[in-house]
């Protein structure tokens, strides 16, 4: 169980906790298909159509004590964890580098793509889906959102993530489905579930990510 979240602003209206997850709705649809060029994107600037690193604390999308959780169908290879744990934006952000730097060496003109965008709220009723290009509303809130007292709501995204193997030259893909879950407090993002990879990683992968783990004095056994 996690520690409840400071909030440094007071007590949030639901306005503007509707307006917070929906900027975090806007701007995961924005930024990850350009994540391996970009790396991790916490906040974009509508106005100007600017973005910033996920380091700016000020507009951050992100919890200070988001989790990123998966526990995959088949287990790890040692001396990777049976399910996958990482807590605290410092080692979120790490291994989202990590990830980069480990598909990186193995695969060129690394993109994403969108598949499927769904909100999901405190009732079946309240979900909607949103098309990977669907248009924000006022505030970068997207039009299906309602404000609700009840203040549950998480975000599902489907991507595709699509590589040239360096060695072989064969184009690989995979299949990522995850769930991010916001805060009722601050309406950031605090849960991170990878529901699931499709097919799963090669021991290659494994291989040269424990090897980026091992430069950072992890050893892989996070």
Request: charged residues 15%; glycine residues 6%.
């Amino acid at each position: 169980p996690s520690s409840p979240e400071p909030d440094s602003h007071g007590e949030l209206s639901d306005q503007e906790w509707e307006i917070r997850t929906g900027r975090a709705i806007y701007v995961l649809q924005q930024t990850l298909p350009t994540f391996f060029s970009t790396g991790l994107i916490s906040s974009v600037d509508t106005s100007a159509h600017n973005t910033k690193s996920a380091h700016d604390d000020d507009t951050s999308i992100y919890s200070p004590n988001i989790r990123l959780v998966y526990r995959p169908p088949t287990p790890f290879p040692p001396p990777f964890p049976r399910t996958l744990h990482v807590e605290g934006l410092p080692l979120y952000l790490a291994s989202s580098v990590i990830l980069r730097h480990t598909l990186n060496a193995l695969y060129t003109d690394l993109r994403v793509e969108l598949q499927r965008v769904r909100v999901h709220g405190p009732r079946s009723s309240s979900s909607s889906s949103l098309s990977a290009d669907s248009p924000p509303g006022p505030q970068g809130r997207p039009q299906q959102a309602k404000t609700r007292s009840l203040r549950e709501k998480s975000l599902f995204i489907g991507v595709v993530v699509h590589g040239i193997n360096r060695v072989s030259k064969a184009e690989g893909g995979w299949e990522v489905n995850s769930t991010y879950t916001f805060s009722p407090t601050t309406g950031l993002i605090h849960l991170h579930t990878i529901d699931s990879i499709h097919p799963a990683p090669h021991q290659a992968f494994f291989d040269a990510l424990q090897a980026a783990l091992s430069k950072i004095g992890l050893g892989g056994s996070q």
